[in-house]
């Protein structure tokens, strides 16, 4: 059987931009360029699809639940299911499922639950770890009781127990233990991001986060007399910034600032979405606690705001009318800079030899295909 080819489309490669281009491939991207370029293969699929947008599938490092499921459920054939679902109706080709803060006993059996559905569904590409070495000052939606210094021996047990895929963990540098844990971090493939965080930026200048959870959410706020973690954030060229482009946990002008500030370069869209995302409005759960979604926003009883129901494809077209940068600028933020700083080396761009992820969309931005290893979904 030969390659399946897409032409005439606008293909956004993450590193160009061809306006009548051609992509072959099979699991892999074969060849991407000019339409007139293509040299018919025998055997070749060839599809007509003009008037399309192609871009690279989309990498969520933020993401703990959507469609009724939730990773810290451990539900293997869930969480599965879980990230299937966030791939065929949002784009998702990559997925790094979120725990919270919990009991030591429901973080591990979180683990175990990751790493059998990542054994079986390619989508899923590693753990995000948000908390519990996390400060209570903001803890957010985070539940007080489970929170706890930074622990490297327990750290290095839930890694263990996920067969060693923790990429990314949310902490409070400010806490004691930090400087063995962020070590551990890094001597593991662990990027250590900063979030629900009391910290300053003397504190965080001795720091070695690189990265920053939910910017301007759950963390010492920016001021005149004390940047904060948003402050430093903004300032500091490493750090790359996760944004959730909901219009709700983060106002538009203020996702304007950030983007002035840091650049397309240094921003990752993310949704942070629950279990709640893709399902009708009314009462859900996270982490034991009861939430109430309406009007696309998910609050527990105090009113917190309890992570999103966003979907990627909504935060990306957001991200465009918030700050009005380009197409190729917002590829950059929702697959680009995520492959770079996970050296995630097969995703990210639509380039030869690379994972043939991929999103196609009509002329009104309406997602139509995803493409994930080659095999072709749609929408539910």
Known sequence: MGAKVLKHAKIYTGDQVIEDGYIRFDEKILAV????????????????????????????????????????????????????KMMRNEGVTTLFATTMTQSNENIANAMK?????????????????????????????????????PDTKLLGEWNELSGNRVRL????????????????????????????????????????????????????????RQPGVTGHVMLEDSIHAELICDGFHIVPDMIRLAFDMKGPERIELVTDSMRSKGMPEGESELGGQKVYVKD????LEDGTLAGSVLQFTDAFRNIQYFTGCSMF???????????????????????EGKDADMNLFDRNMNLVTT????????PE
């Open 113 to 149: 639950g990751v790493k059998i559905a990542a054994e079986r569904n390619r989508v899923i590409q590693g753990v995000h770890l948000e908390g519990p070495f996390i400060s209570a000052v903001y803890k957010g939606a985070q539940p007080e009781e489970y929170i706890k210094d």
């Open 169 to 224: 963990i949310t902490y409070a540098p400010e806490d004691k233990g930090s400087k063995a844990f962020e070590d551990y971090c890094l001597e593991h493939n662990i990027v250590p991001s900063v979030g629900h965080s009391n910290a300053t930026r003397e504190q965080l200048l001795n720091s070695k986060a690189t990265h920053a959870t939910h910017l301007y959410n759950a963390q010492r706020e920016f001021k005149h």
């Open 296 to 299: 696309k926003q998910a609050r």
């Open 371 to 378: 493409y994930s290893y080659g095999n072709e979904y749609h």
């Open 33 to 84: 360029g000019s339409v007139y370029d293509y040299v018919a293969q025998s055997g070749d699929e060839v599809q007509n699809v003009q008037g399309t947008t192609i871009v690279p599938g989309f990498i969520d490092v933020h993401a703990h639940g959507g469609y009724g499921y939730d990773a810290m459920d451990g539900d293997p054939d869930q969480i599965d299911t879980m990230a299937t």
């Open 329 to 351: 600028e917002a590829v950059q933020m929702s697959s680009v800079n995520q492959a770079e700083e996970f050296h995630l080396d097969s995703k990210g761009t639509l380039t």
